[in-house]
T-cell receptor
Framework: DTEVTQTPKHLVMGMTNKKSLKCEQH?????MYWYKQKAKKPPELMFV???????INESVPSRFSPECPNSSLLNLHLHALQPEDSALYLC?????????????FGPGTRLTVT | GEDVEQSLFLSVREGDSSVINCTYT??????LYWYKQEPGAGLQLLTY?????DMKQDQRLTVLLNKKDKHLSLRIADTQTGDSAIYFC??????????FGAGTRLAVHP
């Protein structure tokens, strides 16, 4: 089983709202990732968690706040977003945060900021 | 920095072979990947090749790697309409950060 699940599938939020995206995997993977994908573009890495600790923050604005409460769960808390933050947010996981391990992606959350 | 380049569009007839090409600059990547993305969906890992291999075959998929020229290709045999999608080539760097190409849109027509 190589399934990564993400909820919600779609999210519409105003610029003053606070919302969270959720990602879950039960493959025993110890690395989890958030990517952002704008329309007609490739995914771009936002954050990497390794063994529940933040390893990489790709200079992401503080209105995006990641959290890894345990090895199976990854959240992305959203606050005071801008319309340009509208995108597909993809979660991925791998056995470890090493280039020797393939990443498996979830279906994504399509976020619209109004 | 690392760079991955792909042609943007490929059109093939159903039943023909498709070849999607990719070039990259970072030669330190242990694995090189091909992902498929259908409209409105996430990324599906199609196949990957270890950097010390020249070729990998997996059913209808054949991956060729030329390390000297930093060129990677994906061949899909007997292309079907269900293969219509965007195909991303990717290398991996520190902390397994994936660097994607722009994606090749494959259109399969009857």
């Amino acid at each position: 089983d190589t399934e990564v699940t993400q909820t919600p599938k779609h999210l519409v939020m105003g610029m003053t709202n606070k919302k969270s995206l959720k990602c879950e995997q039960h493959m025993g993977h110890r690395a989890m990732y958030w990517y952002k994908q704008k329309a007609k573009k490739p995914p771009e890495l936002m954050f990497v968690y390794s063994y529940e600790k933040l390893s990489i923050n790709e200079s992401v604005p503080s209105r995006f706040s990641p959290e890894c409460p345990n090895s199976s769960l990854l959240n992305l808390h959203l606050h005071a977003l801008q319309p340009e933050d509208s995108a597909l947010y993809l979660c991925a996981s791998s056995q470890a945060a090493s280039s020797s391990y393939e990443q498996y992606f979830g279906p994504g959350t399509r976020l619209t900021v109004t | 920095g690392e760079d991955v380049e792909q042609s943007l569009f490929l059109s093939v007839r159903e039943g023909d072979s498709s070849v999607i090409n990719c070039t990259y600059t970072d030669s330190s990547s242990t694995y090189l990947y091909w992902y498929k993305q259908e409209p409105g969906a996430g990324l599906q890992l199609l196949t990957y090749i270890f950097s010390n291999m020249d070729m990998k075959q997996d059913q209808r998929l054949t991956v060729l790697l030329n390390k000297k020229d930093k060129h990677l290709s994906l061949r899909i045999a007997d292309t079907q309409t269900g293969d219509s999608a965007i195909y991303f080539c990717a290398t991996s760097g520190g902390y397994n950060k994936l660097i994607f190409g722009a994606g090749t849109r494959l259109a399969v027509h009857p």
